[in-house]
């Protein structure tokens, strides 16, 4: 049953009622959250993470950030593969949530955690988590007047994921130097910003956009 309330929560979404979508999520959550079963578990941290990523599509980052958090706090000492990735996915979009609403001390305290946590983990999913928290830490470092934070982090994805022939993870890297070069810009190094310009068009422009 948890399977199946999850899978209608889901169709509602990809169908773009996330209020029918937010209301089958809960029933997960509601009716599942104190049941052991493995199984079971890893569809209410699910429903937990769907619930906060349709709260965010409706505008309602407090509510994401809420979902987020409840599912860091029950789950992250969980050794569960599908788990681990919620988790980590869910501390990326808290950190993301909290910049879309202006707080971006805990922005970055969130993508600093997924970036130290887990950027050891081989797994791809995982990989490609930490290599948008740089990017999106980078950002919030660079609205911050940071600079020099911001450059470091767009680095790090640079030198990290540069060689990852992932589709994802391409544009990853390309949004990497794109804001490395913007960065640059804004500090008023026109030639480092033209040289990741050029990077960008040199190593990316054979992508569909």
Known sequence: MAQSLY???YTHHQQGDNAAAIADYTLVVES???DADPAIREWVAKALYARGYAHALQGDEAAAITDFTLLVERYSADADPVIRVLVASALYNRG???RQRG???????DLTLVVESYSADADPAIRAVVAKALVVRGVAHGQQGDHAAAIA?????????????DPAMRVVGAN???GRGLTHHDKGDLTA???DYTLVVERYSADAD
């Open 7 to 9: 899978n209608r929560g």
């Open 176 to 178: 990497a130097l794109y």
């Open 103 to 109: 707080d971006l001390t805990a922005a970055i305290a």
């Open 153 to 165: 982090d767009y680095t790090l994805v640079v030198e990290r994921y540069s060689a990852d022939a």
């Open 193 to 195: 910003a033209i040289a």
């Open 32 to 34: 599942y959250s104190a």
């Open 96 to 98: 993301v949530d909290h």
